[in-house]
């Protein structure tokens, strides 16, 4: 197993140097990069970064963008990858930062319970999180990974660029939103892996293509009814577990069982913390949160991360139950866990909603115009009928403005 990034380019483009690595346009097959011209390419690229302290890789997934990021790794920068919807950093204040990690990439993250934090992931770290996902679930030469999710976000970066180039196979760069509706049929993938949401378009638009095998679904909470879904049209459907902290896979579910029962990767350890905490340790760990050695001790103690998910094993298999920060504890003691009441109000309501708290009074927050207000709050009247006492909703705000929510779908509840 290689530890840095010219290592592996080294092994794959010598074993796959003819076949297919990178393909952008389906309808320009002689434009697709071999994985000896992706060799070529990163090495001339390379060159070109020289002198250089620290790399930042902006914009929307490509065959460029693919090759920037190599280049600049291999050449021992310190590389931050930018997303549409993260944060920006000028180069000159990571320069004025005394802290600095050659050869490591930054990766934000999602910002569910905060601003993103840069997290810093050495490339041991994220091709061991590459191999991790071989031995779960593994690919071929022979598959085609669509990737519709950004490269910026490690979710995207591990499963649909690393793993794939990791076994030779095509690695598929589709055109963005743009895209969602047509990319699938175009491209004609073997796997594909999706958030939650994307999937949930995808089934409703009927864009999945015939050939499509395997369908990974990662980076926040799906509906039961979503994944049978993709079990009634033939389609293999894997549900799995990560972090940013932790370079993407932590767990993964397995053929024939429960698909929100997940099996541990290899080597990842995790136990319970008496609030139904998940704790674990990976050998994908971070180095840290860049320039926040406060918020780096808090979250990872003793090489143990605190991941702010709460978390069940049963018959031997891990469980995901939600977040910390989802759960709400009102002043008389009471817990409220928000995604599974706003899930039934949203149905009541036919609403985007959010449940917070107001001076101790539970609150739901609902997008709809003010005109509206009469209206919801008989139904939140009748919802309340059926609440003990101390689940009741007592307070309503409507808002015109979209409710935050992070790309992958996950209420920014800190915003609230």
């Avoid at 997934?61 to 920068?77: E, K, L, P, Q």
């Avoid at 499963?159 to 895209?179: F, H, N």
């Avoid at 979209?402 to 915003?415: D, E, V």
């Amino acid at each position: 197993m290689e530890r840095t990034f010219s290592e592996f380019l080294d092994r794959v483009c010598r074993q796959y140097a003819p076949r297919p690595a990178i393909q952008e346009f389906p309808d320009h097959p002689e434009k697709t990069l071999t994985y000896a011209q992706l060799a070529q390419k990163i090495r001339d690229r390379v060159e070109e970064l020289k002198g250089r302290r620290t790399i930042i890789v902006r914009g929307t997934s490509s065959a460029d963008w693919i090759i920037t990021m190599f280049a600049s790794a291999a050449g021992g920068h310190q590389t931050v990858l930018e997303g549409i919807n993260d944060p920006e950093i000028p180069a000159t204040a990571l320069e004025a930062v005394p802290e600095y990690h050659p050869g490591c990439l930054l990766f934000f993250t999602s910002g569910t319970t905060g601003t993103g934090k840069a997290v810093v992931l050495s490339q041991a770290a994220l091709l061991r999180s590459a191999w991790n996902g071989q031995q779960m679930l593994p690919c071929t030469c022979d598959d085609r990974i669509l990737s519709m999710l950004p490269l910026s976000h490690v979710f995207g970066f591990v499963c649909t660029l690393l793993w794939p180039l990791s076994q030779g196979a095509c690695v598929q760069v589709g055109s963005g939103m743009r895209g969602y509706t047509t990319d699938p049929k175009a491209f004609r993938p073997t796997i594909l892996p999706v958030v939650p949401s994307l999937l949930a378009y995808l089934l409703k638009t009927n864009a999945l293509n015939p050939e499509l095998r395997v369908i990974l679904v990662g980076a926040g909470p799906c509906r039961r009814e979503v994944l049978e879904s993709v079990n009634r049209i033939g389609i293999d459907i894997y549900f799995g577990y990560g972090l940013t902290e932790t370079a993407s896979g932590l767990a993964i579910s397995q053929p024939g069982r429960d698909p929100f029962a997940m099996a541990l990767c290899p080597d990842t350890s995790v136990r319970i913390a008496d609030d139904g905490e998940l704790l674990v340790r990976t050998p994908c760990m971070m180095e840290g949160y860049f320039n926040d050695p406060e918020e780096t001790a808090v979250r990872l103690q003793d090489g143990e991360l605190h991941t702010g998910d709460l978390a069940e094993f049963r018959d031997g298999a891990l469980y995901l139950k939600g977040r910390k920060s989802d759960v709400l504890v009102l002043e008389n003691g009471e817990k409220v866990y928000c995604p599974e009441a706003e899930a039934a109000l949203m149905t009541r309501l036919g609403r985007d909603v959010a449940l917070t708290l107001r001076n101790g009074v539970l609150t739901l927050v609902v997008n709809a115009p003010q005109s509206d207000y009469a209206a919801i709050a008989a139904k939140i009247t009748e919802y309340n009928k059926d609440m003990p006492l101390g689940r009741k909703i007592l307070g309503l705000e409507l808002r015109r403005q979209s409710l935050p929510r992070t790309l992958t779908g996950k209420i920014q509840r800190w915003k609230l």
